[in-house]
């Protein structure tokens, strides 16, 4: 554990991995990690500070998947943590009850920005390159995180009964948000009903949470992804459900069908979807959505989060309902297209 004394964030890196130490400079976004760029005389990392769980266990699954990862020839990076100088990959901060920190080395590459369309071929080939070898793969030690349709033993806080009164009887800050909460029960009643057959569909390990936000493309080829990465949530799930989670992120893109359309072309190179995992694809898509909700949920009722943060995803992933409902058909409709033609040689 760190010693105590001056600004953590200052002494962490020397302490821990004493060959990593510069100057730290912390980076916008996340919901739930704190994350810095480490800049030494020669070389550069990202330091990463678990604040939402401390769950050792969790940190040491995902940990041991990336090492199982940088052993294969990718042709895109995954992250690759750091060992301490006690021969470990992470170290709690501050008390016993303190957060995690790990250091992983840094990977070159630019986060594709909104005027960014050109990549989806490559995100689709990567993506399915990542579900071919994560089901191959045995990292040792066993998963955590539930499979998305555990949504009740997910989100214990979030029993029928509380997301129902907080859906039916908002609170305060979301006063004003009737009819998209009304839309998100409605929404969370119909996929309850869609769990339990989702169980007989393949299973594997998978990345959880692949979107654009948790890539790197080339610095100098915006085309092509250099990297996948966040790999938190990683766990053993349904194969569909990589593929489904990054289908419905492209809702509301403004080049949705051609977006749709590359990404579907890549990923069907290395990945055939059954016929019950297509006709599931809807279902799955929606549950993500639902999913993210409870998350969120979850977070306002433990305090992590303020009302307000609850309020926004509220209303973006209401409106991503509604454009579920109408894309959806179009978009299995495009990836069963490219899987026969895929099959077709």
């Known amino acids: 554990m760190l010693r105590k004394g001056r600004k953590l964030t200052e002494t962490i890196v020397n302490q821990t991995w004493p060959e990593w130490g510069g100057n730290l400079e912390k980076r916008s976004g996340g919901w739930n990690n704190t994350t810095y760029i480490v800049s030494g005389s020669s070389r550069r990392a990202i330091l990463r500070i678990y604040d939402t769980h401390r769950d050792r266990e969790k940190i040491e699954f995902e940990h041991a998947v990336l090492l199982e990862l940088d052993k294969l020839p990718l042709p895109f990076a995954t992250p690759l943590p750091v060992q301490t100088v006690n021969g470990d990959t992470l170290v709690q901060l501050g008390e016993r009850d303190g957060k995690f920190a790990c250091l992983f080395r840094y990977i070159e590459g630019d986060s594709p920005g909104d005027e960014d369309t050109g990549y989806y071929e490559s995100f689709g080939v990567a993506a399915g390159l990542l579900s071919s070898v994560l089901a191959e793969i045995t990292p040792g030690p066993q998963p955590v995180y539930r499979p998305y349709y555990e949504l009740r033993q997910a989100y214990p806080l979030c029993t029928d009964e509380t997301v129902r009164e907080l859906c039916l009887n908002p609170p305060e800050p979301l006063a004003e948000l009737s009819e998209e909460l009304n839309r998100l029960y409605q929404a969370y009643i119909d996929i309850a009903d869609s769990l339990k057959k989702l169980e007989t569909l393949p299973h594997q390990l998978v990345h959880g949470d692949l979107n654009a936000s948790n890539l790197l493309v080339d610095k100098d080829d915006h ?54 995992e297509l006709a599931a694809l809807p279902t799955l898509m929606l549950l993500r959505k639902i999913d993210v909700f409870l998350h969120f949920a979850t977070r306002y009722m433990e305090g992590t989060d303020e009302g307000s943060v609850l309020h926004e995803q509220t209303r973006l992933l209401s409106a991503d309902l509604i454009q579920l409902s109408a894309g959806t058909a179009d978009m299995v409709r495009i990836l069963r297209e490219e899987q026969d033609r895929a099959n077709r040689g």
Do not use: K, N, W
Request: proline share 4%; charged share 30%; aromatic share 10%.
């Open 223 to 276: 085309s092509r992804v250099a990297a996948l990465l966040d790999f938190e949530f990683c766990t053993y799930d349904l194969r569909a459900m990589d593929p489904a989670v990054i289908l419905s992120g492209l809702l509301g893109h403004p080049e949705q069908q051609r977006a749709v359309r590359d990404f579907c072309r890549g990923f069907s190179r290395s990945v055939r979807l059954t016929d019950d």
